[in-house]
């Protein structure tokens, strides 16, 4: 399709529990990407994946975030026992090369 | 770390003025994007730069890119409500190999408010 899908849309997780969040990137583009926005509208870059390949994960608090790209799969990125500080919307974005990305409705996470 | 900076954080106009935002970043960028996200909505992307001294135009809207690409501004000419919205600019290429998988270091956002 010609948009990035994200689901779900709203995910309310307690503290400690997991939350998994599914991208599926435009199809033909080899660069996907996880970003974290904040209350403050900041962005925080994640992850990029290469085709099923982690690039960058400089971004990822890997104690408690993961992420995969498997072939014929949705990506995912999955948070392990989730902090209160998690809660932000969860954007994907893909893109063909380099240049624009096209960015999924977004994840919004609330850990209560 | 690298940083891109952005200003104003808010910019509140009257309908029918201009209104300008301008971003800068530490290090010089491989290229600069920019997108529009509407209250609860996502980033859309705009425009991208990638020359030194680059300007490009799209209706109303005139983007910039820095001699030395490191500093780039987005100027509106008489707004309109449908302006309404944050714009950030993102910059590619930061610390990263200048490839298609590096990922965006966006300023904090210019919020464009128009009173009618």
């Known amino acids: 399709g010609e948009e990035v899908a994200q689901t779900p849309k709203h995910l309310v997780r307690g503290e400690g529990q997991k939350a998994k969040l599914y991208c599926a990137p435009i199809k033909g583009h080899s660069y996907v990407f996880w970003y974290q926005q904040v209350l403050k509208n900041e962005f925080k870059f994640l992850i990029s994946f290469q085709n099923e390949n982690v690039f960058d994960e400089t971004g990822m608090p890997k104690e408690r975030f993961s992420a995969k790209c498997l072939p014929n799969s949705p990506c995912s990125l999955e948070i392990q026992a989730t902090k209160l500080e998690d809660s932000a919307v969860y954007f994907c974005?893909?893109?063909?090369?380099?240049?624009?990305?096209?960015f999924g409705q977004g994840t919004r996470l609330t850990v209560v | 770390g690298q940083q891109v900076m952005q200003i104003p954080q808010y910019q509140h106009v009257q309908e029918g003025e201009d209104f300008t935002t301008y971003c800068n970043s530490s290090?010089?960028?491989?290229?600069i994007q920019w997108y529009k996200q509407r209250p609860g909505g996502h980033p859309v992307f705009l425009i991208q730069?990638?020359?030194?001294?680059e300007v490009k135009k799209q209706k109303r809207l005139t983007f910039q890119f820095g001699e030395a690409k490191k500093n780039s501004s987005l100027h509106i000419t008489a707004t309109q409500t449908t302006d309404v919205g944050t714009y950030f600019c993102?910059?590619?290429?930061?610390?990263?190999?200048?490839?298609?998988?590096?990922?965006?270091?966006f300023g904090k956002g210019t919020h464009l408010i128009i009173q009618p």
């Open positions: 290090t010089t960028l491989s290229n």
């Open positions: 974005a893909s893109s063909q090369s380099t240049g624009r990305a096209f």
């Open positions: 993102a910059g590619g290429g930061i610390g990263g190999s200048g490839g298609g998988a590096d990922g965006l270091t």
């Open positions: 730069l990638v020359k030194s001294g």
